[in-house]
């Protein structure tokens, strides 16, 4: 780790650390903070999948849908109106649609090659954003001037990586520029996500492998075709299945850093408070 200790953190002219759990467990709210505070640079990894890397596709799905109404294709082909996302680190309503969910295409869903295209161009674009960190470190510091640097990353990273591989090649080149903390939730937190998610689902990221398994499960399970699949019933069900997936793999990255407890960082109101957090985690390890 490039602190050592509670002291040797304290001291650092420069912090620098990266953040990761499932979404919702605070990430994002002590990003605010730390940034709100004037003295911390705020890297959101959703924000730029979305913006440098997803953009484009973003756009271009939404003009497809625009130009199937007459009157908008005409304005469109003659380069009188302009459609574009508008994706903010609160809001990456833009992202989560164009992912997409599979199943029945009357409500909503799409064709499961097709979503697993789409996964495959998030995959991509999220391992991008996460070695732009160190890009985006340096242009915070020589740029902007800001010494301290978070990094919000996505609640998706632990499929990105590989925990086991002491020569991974992004968690490698993270945990020698950051600090790697993992909020981790007990039970109770699991319990609150599940039933936010079931009450508004909303797409995510999976490894091809654990999504292809799932997808033949739920068909075979509800002696269901493909097309005839709830897009929103498949997607909370998975996520269930996700939660248990995913808990071994964050686990794994924790060994590469620290863990904080997420109940921690819900009390965390200051850039202060979240420095004395960490400190706390270090004189634990």
């Known amino acids: ?57 973003i756009a271009d799905n939404a003009k497809a849908e625009a130009m199937k109404v007459p009157f908008l294709r005409d304005l469109l082909l003659s380069d009188s109106i302009y459609i574009g996302s508008n994706i903010t680190f609160d809001n990456l309503a833009p992202l989560s649609t164009y992912l997409g969910k599979p199943g029945n295409p009357d409500k909503g869903g799409l064709a ?11 995959l991509i674009a999220e391992q991008a954003s996460m070695m732009d960190t160190l890009h985006f470190i340096d242009r915070a510091k020589n740029l902007y001037g800001y010494e301290n640097f978070i990094c919000d990353t996505s609640g998706s990273i632990c499929e990105v990586v590989d925990p086991s591989n002491p020569n991974d090649p992004i968690l490698k080149a993270l945990s020698e520029n950051t600090l790697l903390v993992w909020i981790k939730g007990d039970e109770a937190h699991t319990e609150e996500l599940c039933r936010r998610f079931d009450k508004a689902p909303k797409p995510m990221y999976y ?28 997607v909370r069900w998975t996520y269930a299945k996700a939660l248990a997936h995913r808990q071994p793999r964050y686990a794994g990255m924790a060994d590469w850093g620290l863990t904080v407890p997420a109940q921690a960082i819900s009390q965390v109101t200051s850039a202060s408070d979240f420095e004395d957090v960490i400190a706390d985690a270090l004189e634990r390890k």
């Open 1 to 57: 780790m490039i602190y050592k200790s509670a002291s040797e953190w304290r001291d650092a002219p420069q912090k620098k650390v990266l953040l990761f759990a499932m979404s919702g467990l605070g990430k994002t709210y002590v990003s605010n903070i730390l940034r709100d505070s004037g003295a911390w640079f705020h890297y959101s990894v959703d924000y730029r999948i979305g913006t440098r890397y997803m953009g484009e596709h």
């Open 112 to 122: 499961f090659d097709e979503y697993m295209r789409r996964q495959s161009q998030h």
């Open 207 to 234: 490894q091809p492998e654990f999504l292809q398994a799932r997808w033949a499960e739920y068909l075979k399970e509800n002696d269901l075709n493909a097309d005839k699949v709830d897009p929103d019933a498949f």
